[in-house]
């Protein structure tokens, strides 16, 4: 258990439709970071907040968008969903703002879009 | 942007052969990591490399940085079924974040 909580484990949702993915990161880690996994495009940094403000964007399309919350909690929201969105989503924290030897990965939420 | 390219993308050995894989960056990168996934699983960290021409073992792992501190290999020895997995390097580049990008990945398969 890497300590980092993401829910739901598993999302079925049709195009078009909105959804939110959720994740706790460790007790004491500021930093929160988004990644897409995908057959064909390995994993893709999205986004990653520290200690509530967005610190580094990826290739996020302009349809998903995310948020650190107070308590260090972050939510990332997919909108507009596409058959091609469908992937597993990570979530890792880590301490500070560059990642090494504390970077952990959430167990990921993996969406279906149908 | 920068670029992490990982060779190759897939490895089927016997148990007991070694196995290798490259990791190159289109950038110079502060630092390298290497990540390990097993299949159904979440990336791990194994190891991360600072410093220009590194080694660092890991018992049947050897681990190197290099020179230029754009490439990086992974070499286990001796594989065991224990391997089966996708390996990551995953590289800084110079900015203050922690923006890591990772490279496709290596997927090794073990025949025992």
């Known amino acids: 258990d890497s300590g980092v909580t993401q829910t739901p484990k598993h999302l079925i949702t049709a195009t078009g439709q909105r959804v939110t993915l959720r994740c706790s990161p460790r007790?004491?880690?500021?930093?929160v970071y988004w990644y897409q996994q995908s057959l064909d495009q390995g994993l893709q940094f999205l986004i990653q907040y520290y200690n509530g403000e967005e610190r580094a964007k990826g290739n996020i399309l302009e349809r998903f968008s995310a948020q650190q919350f107070p308590d260090l909690h972050s939510e990332l929201n997919l909108s507009s969903l596409e058959l091609g969105d469908s992937a597993l989503y990570f979530c890792?924290?880590?301490?500070?703002?560059?990642?090494?030897?504390?970077?952990?990965f959430g167990s990921g939420t993996q969406l279906s879009v149908l | 942007g920068q670029q992490v390219m990982q060779i190759p993308q897939y490895q089927h050995v016997q148990e007991g052969e070694d196995f290798t894989t490259y990791c190159n960056s289109s950038t110079t990168l502060s630092n390298i990591q290497w990540y390990k996934q097993r299949p159904g699983g979440h990336p791990v960290f194994l190891i991360q490399?600072?410093?220009?021409?590194e080694v660092k073992k890991q018992k049947r792992l050897t681990f190197q940085f290099g020179e230029a501190k754009k490439n990086s290999s992974l070499h286990i020895t001796a594989t065991q079924t224990t391997d089966v997995g996708t390996y990551f390097c995953a590289g800084h580049g110079s900015s203050n974040t922690g923006k890591l990008i990772f490279g496709q990945g290596t997927t090794l398969q073990v025949k025992p």
């Open positions: 890792a924290s880590s301490v500070g703002v560059r990642t090494g030897p504390d970077l952990f």
């Open positions: 490399l600072v410093k220009s021409g």
């Open positions: 007790s004491g880690d500021l930093s």
